[in-house]
């Protein structure tokens, strides 16, 4: 069983949908980080949130520290929103102790 | 503002031959250095950080090697490339000494050893 899982792996939407992708770790951690690797590869970091709740744009990460589970929600999906997103638990406060999740792959459609 | 570049794009190399990936960061100094794998359908795998010129630490033993010689250049290597070696590589960094620093990426280098 992996430290982190994402759920769904894969995710398919009409434009205009809400989406919600779920990632759940084992480890007691110190923040959770959000990315977004787009089609060609390259990642973009998201979120980095420690507690509660984090907003940027259409973009809304939640997390719940005691159930060791955060979601990203997108809200108003548009087909540029297409992309892997990935969740990685840190586990202590250097960032260089992330555990990433395998991803879940994004397609919206027109 | 902060800008990371790596090169190069994509990369086809045969069994046997060296590797040299290179990575350089501007717009910031003394910043943490990551070098990053993903293989097919699997997730990011740390595979090297710097704290500082000549320092490199390693999380997984492994066919490759790293090397700081400068504050914003990060070098990924290899003596002889393995198979197993092909994948996206990407170089990363963060700000020292700020508490779960957002790490900052680069383009990526898509290897395919042959």
């Known amino acids: 069983k992996n430290e982190v899982e994402q759920s769904p792996q894969n995710l398919t939407a009409q434009e205009g949908e809400f989406i919600t992708i779920n990632c759940s770790y084992s480890?007691?951690?110190?923040?959770l980080h959000w990315l977004q690797q787009h089609p060609g590869g390259g990642i973009v970091s998201l979120f980095m949130l420690s507690s509660g709740k984090k907003k940027h744009g259409r973009l809304i990460a939640t997390i719940n520290i005691q159930e060791k589970h955060s979601s990203l929600h997108i809200t108003a999906s548009h087909p540029r929103d297409s992309a892997v997103y990935i969740c990685?638990?840190?586990?202590?406060?250097?960032?260089?102790?992330?555990?990433f999740g395998t991803g879940t792959r994004l397609q919206v459609f027109p | 503002s902060q800008t990371i570049h790596q090169w190069p794009a994509t990369l086809v190399q045969p069994v046997g031959s060296p590797l040299s990936l290179e990575c350089t960061v501007e717009g910031t100094s003394n910043p943490n250095l990551y070098w990053y794998r993903q293989a097919a359908g699997r997730g990011l795998q740390l595979l090297f950080y710097s704290v500082g010129i000549g320092q490199i630490s390693s999380e997984v033993p492994q066919n490759l090697s790293a090397s700081r010689p400068q504050d914003r250049q990060f070098i990924l290597s290899s003596k002889k490339l393995l198979l197993s070696d092909s994948g996206f590589y990407l170089c990363?960094?963060?700000?020292?000494?700020?508490?779960?620093?957002?790490?900052?990426f680069g383009n990526g280098t898509r290897l395919t050893v042959t």
């Open positions: 990685a638990a840190a586990e202590s406060y250097n960032t260089d102790k992330l555990i």
């Open positions: 990363a960094w963060s700000v020292k000494g700020t508490d779960n620093s957002p790490l900052h």
């Open positions: 480890v007691g951690i110190s923040a």
